[in-house]
């Protein structure tokens, strides 16, 4: 079935060739929008990180380490992970990704996702992969959930289950953007509730969001969800700012 797949990415792409959303010249990937040479200037996050939240040290470590801002507040989920970090085309395709429609992205910033999650974790072990909710008002304003796209299609390659109900949020919240890491947590503070506890309970869930700066709302989702009885929570995104 794969190999299927991919001749029929293969012929698609003969047919409607792709402009790679970096450079815009043609894509050499097959079915995919980022040609290999902007594919290769991406700057992943993969040595030298934080133990629990994934915050990549300035200089080099010679043993395992935990960051201050860890250190001073713990997170809820029990380890994190970004991919790349926020910066040149990653920030330029999660910002169309998450703003202007351009879904025809995912199976890019999913590729990223998927090399993080295989080096980084032991994705067997994972029951559900699950993204950060939005408040139904800015569901209605976006039409859809950039974070549920990630994970459906991340939940569909590690052959697992997305479960996209169980986990809401149940207030509306600021963006986070300008908050510094004591306003994110109280902005986000109680903004989560779980629905179907018996879908939670004894599971190792794995959360998905687009970008992760401090992790303010990817622990206030681990939080609630331990409470309601998740056995571990690990969480994943495409890009740290």
């Given at each position: 079935?794969?190999?299927?797949?991919?001749?029929?990415?293969?012929?698609?792409?003969?047919?409607?060739?792709?402009?790679?959303?970096?450079?815009?010249?043609?894509?050499?990937r097959?079915?995919r929008?980022?040609?290999?040479?902007?594919?290769?200037?991406?700057?992943?996050?993969?040595?030298?990180?934080?133990?629990?939240?994934?915050?990549?040290?300035?200089?080099?470590?010679?043993?395992?380490?935990?960051?201050?801002?860890?250190?001073?507040?713990?997170?809820?989920?029990?380890?994190?992970?970004?991919?790349?970090?926020?910066?040149?085309?990653?920030?330029?395709?999660?910002?169309?990704?998450?703003?202007?429609?351009?879904l025809?992205?995912?199976?890019?910033?999913?590729?990223?996702?998927?090399?993080a999650?295989?080096?980084?974790?032991?994705?067997?072990?994972?029951?559900?992969?699950?993204?950060?909710?939005?408040?139904?008002?800015r569901?209605?304003?976006?039409?859809?959930?950039?974070?549920?796209?990630?994970?459906?299609?991340?939940?569909?390659?590690?052959?697992?289950?997305?479960?996209?109900?169980?986990?809401?949020?149940?207030?509306?919240?600021?963006?986070?953007?300008?908050?510094?890491?004591?306003?994110?947590?109280?902005?986000?503070?109680?903004?989560?509730?779980?629905?179907?506890?018996?879908?939670?309970?004894?599971?190792?869930?794995?959360?998905?969001?687009?970008?992760?700066?401090?992790?303010?709302?990817?622990?206030?989702?681990?939080?609630?969800?331990?409470?309601?009885?998740?056995?571990?929570?690990?969480?994943?995104?495409?890009?740290?700012?």
């Open positions: 079935m794969k190999l299927l797949n991919y001749a029929g990415q293969m012929l698609c792409d003969a047919v409607y060739p792709r402009e790679c959303c970096g450079c815009g010249r043609l894509s050499d097959t079915g929008h980022l040609c290999w040479s902007c594919f290769s200037q991406i700057e992943l996050l993969h040595s030298d990180l934080c133990e629990l939240c994934g915050n990549p040290l300035t200089g080099s470590a010679t043993s395992a380490f935990v960051c201050g801002y860890c250190r001073k507040r713990k997170p809820a989920y029990d380890c994190a992970r970004s991919a790349a970090k926020f910066t040149g085309v990653v920030r330029e395709m999660l910002h169309a990704f998450k703003y202007k429609d351009a025809w992205q995912s199976a890019d910033l999913v590729d990223l996702m998927q090399g999650l295989t080096a980084q974790f032991d994705y067997q072990a994972i029951d559900v992969v699950m993204p950060v909710p939005l408040f139904k008002t569901f209605r304003e976006r039409s859809y959930n950039q974070s549920y796209v990630l994970a459906r299609e991340l939940a569909r390659r590690i052959e697992r289950g997305v479960d996209g109900r169980s986990l809401q949020r149940i207030r509306h919240t600021d963006t986070q953007t300008h908050y510094n890491a004591t306003q994110r947590k109280k902005n986000i503070s109680g903004a989560f509730a779980v629905v179907r506890s018996e879908w939670i309970r004894g599971r190792t869930i794995l959360l998905v969001d687009d970008v992760m700066t401090t992790g303010a709302t990817l622990s206030e989702c681990a939080t609630e969800l331990k409470r309601c009885g998740a056995l571990r929570v690990y969480a994943i995104s495409v890009a740290r700012r």
